[in-house]
């Protein structure tokens, strides 16, 4: 009678035990997506996925699901507004926040509630816990618990 019992008394780790927030930074600028990639996997909070080229966002979005994108606005060859309307005219991807990141507005500006095509938006440059909490305020109920 040779049985072999398997048994995993140990729990996965906490944060194994629930999924990050899944965050998708799409801007022309790899400096840019690399260094907000790095920072706010370092808080231990997000998963982050990057991408750099506007004219394939929409296909990476498909891909990864993201729960929250951040979004340049000033790219060559397809603006982020153009991005924006692809992802919101998708079934399937059109419940996911889109912020707005842009050096084209003042930080006072960004604070004071206005949207860009109905969306949030964030001035860059941006400090991490700027853009933390950013992230916070837009995410959505399900991927925040």
Known sequence: MNRIIEANFLSPPAEEAKEKPRILVIDNNRDFTYSAKVALERTGLYSVWEENKPARAH?????VKPDLILLDIAMPETDGGEVAARIESDPTLHRI???????LVTKTEARSGLQIHGHPFLAKPISIPDLVAGIERNLPAHAAS
Request: charged share 10%; proline share 8%; glycine share 0%.
């Open 97 to 103: 926040p889109v912020v707005f990141l842009t050096a």
């Open 59 to 63: 296909q990476t979005a498909q891909r």
